[in-house]
């Protein structure tokens, strides 16, 4: 009943920008926070940049400064500016949101499917 659509994904050269953006759709009572996550061959799954329902965030050491994320005044859709791009961010990036569904009354973690970023020259 809960669905994430990830879209912005793309090739770009070193030093360029991308946004990518997340809309959660469904049977939603609330969403206490979304972020988005990445994760390179061969290595773990890692956090980019968290939002919550307050607006408070959080990023990873390694994008401070050059990424951004944001929520629209509704909540459903959040989004992550990219700029000043390095090979090393080259990853398939996932949107995660934390869900009470209606009729529900714990939180469940949704995935979407994941979209590919790749900086190179």
């Known amino acids: 009943q809960v669905q994430l659509v990830e879209s912005g994904g793309g090739l770009v050269q070193p030093g360029g920008s991308l946004k990518l953006s997340c809309a959660a759709s469904?049977?939603?009572?609330?969403?206490?926070?979304m972020g988005w996550y990445r994760q390179a061959p061969g290595k773990e799954r890692e956090v980019v940049a968290t939002?919550?329902?307050?607006?408070?965030?959080v990023f990873a050491d390694s994008v401070k400064g050059r990424f951004t994320i944001s929520r629209d005044n509704a909540g459903y859709t959040v989004y992550l500016e990219m700029n000043s791009l390095k090979p090393e961010d080259t990853a398939v990036y996932y949107c995660n949101a934390q869900i009470i569904r209606s009729g529900t009354s714990f939180w469940v973690n949704y995935w979407g499917e994941g979209t590919l970023v790749t900086v190179s020259s």
């Open positions: 469904g049977s939603i009572f609330r969403i206490n926070a």
């Open positions: 939002i919550t329902r307050s607006g408070d965030t």
